[in-house]
């Protein structure tokens, strides 16, 4: 027998604690990851759209890496 799972986003986290979000090196725009199972890889992808690459108007936006 198992324990129920807490239900929500939340499940198994301080209450308390602030998440930090994950953004885009590429575009700037905010992602999340996508958990994986056993048949599937977890996947990083973009919030907007939920693919994993940025869209080709978003990286004419973005700022050039300096060096």
Do not use: F, N, W, Y
């Amino acid at each position: 027998m198992t324990a129920p799972q807490p239900a929500g986003d939340q499940a198994g986290r301080d209450p308390e604690r602030r998440r930090i979000p994950l953004i885009c090196p590429r575009c700037g725009h905010e992602q999340q990851v996508v958990p994986g199972g056993p048949e599937r890889a977890v996947k990083v992808v973009h919030v907007g759209t939920g693919r994993e690459a940025c869209e080709p108007g978003d990286l004419a936006r973005a700022p050039d890496e300096v060096s």
